[in-house]
């Protein structure tokens, strides 16, 4: 089975300063028809998990170009330039590669210092 | 635009079942797999099972392998989740996706069920 493993677990962040999620997979998730299946995810309390970004660095519409998602092979990265109050929440990434059994990272708790 | 909606959550006593129903519209539901998710309280999102979109393949975590069954009814837009022997730790919410591209693009609201004597 694909482990997905983030870092940190806990993100502290100053408003208006950037922040950075590491997602790590225990097996490459470069497919055969050359995608890379690794989805992004953004949790508010209370809500459903909404889809950030898919394919690594492909960002969904209405998403703010302060987002970004980069890596490849086993290693991505989700990155905010400028974390804003309605960024707080859990960041997910999730592995789609090895379908059917798609796997998620622990999630990582983003909150305003 | 894009829906998808869960009903027939609720509390159960250990050991029973239970059936969880998502309703989807707005777009061609029988050419789409569709997955379910949950999270159970406090914890991180739990891949649960996923069926194709024509229902012939169906595939389950190891934690509900057995005792959970997924099935689809295309000409109703339905995805159900049977659950049968449920245990404390089948607590959660309980999320349907749609999958589009190996990624799960819409969620549903969720739908909470509780297992309790």
């Known amino acids: 089975d694909v482990v997905m493993t983030q870092s940190p677990l806990s993100l502290p962040v100053t408003l208006g300063q950037p922040a950075s999620i590491s997602c790590t997979s225990s097996?490459?998730?470069?497919?055969?028809?050359?995608?890379?299946?690794l989805t992004w995810f953004h949790q508010r309390p209370g809500q459903s998990p909404r889809r950030l970004i898919y394919?690594?660095?492909n960002r969904d519409s209405g998403v703010p170009d302060r987002f970004s998602g980069s890596g490849s092979g086993t290693d991505f990265t989700l990155k905010i330039s400028r974390v804003e109050a309605e960024d707080v929440g859990v960041y997910y990434c999730?592995?789609?590669?090895?379908?059917?059994?798609?796997?998620f990272g622990q999630g990582t708790k983003l909150e305003i210092k | 635009q894009v829906q998808v909606v869960e009903s027939g959550g609720g509390v159960v006593q250990p050991g029973r079942s239970l059936r969880l129903s998502c309703a989807a519209s707005?777009?061609?539901?029988?050419?789409?797999?569709m997955h379910w998710v949950r999270q159970a309280p406090g914890k991180g999102l739990e891949w649960v099972a996923v069926i194709s979109y024509d229902g012939s393949h169906k595939y389950y975590a190891d934690s509900v392998k057995g005792r959970f069954t997924i099935s689809r009814d295309n000409s109703k837009n339905t995805v159900d989740l049977q659950m049968n022997s449920l245990r404390s730790e089948d607590t959660a919410v309980y999320y349907c996706?749609?999958?589009?591209?190996?990624?799960?693009?819409?969620w549903g609201q969720g739908i909470l069920v509780t297992v309790s004597s």
């Open positions: 097996q490459s998730l470069v497919y055969s028809d050359g995608n890379t299946y």
């Open positions: 999730m592995q789609g590669t090895h379908w059917p059994q798609f796997t």
């Open positions: 996706a749609r999958d589009y591209l190996a990624s799960l693009d819409y």
């Open positions: 707005g777009f061609t539901f029988s050419s789409l797999a």
């Open positions: 394919k690594v660095s």
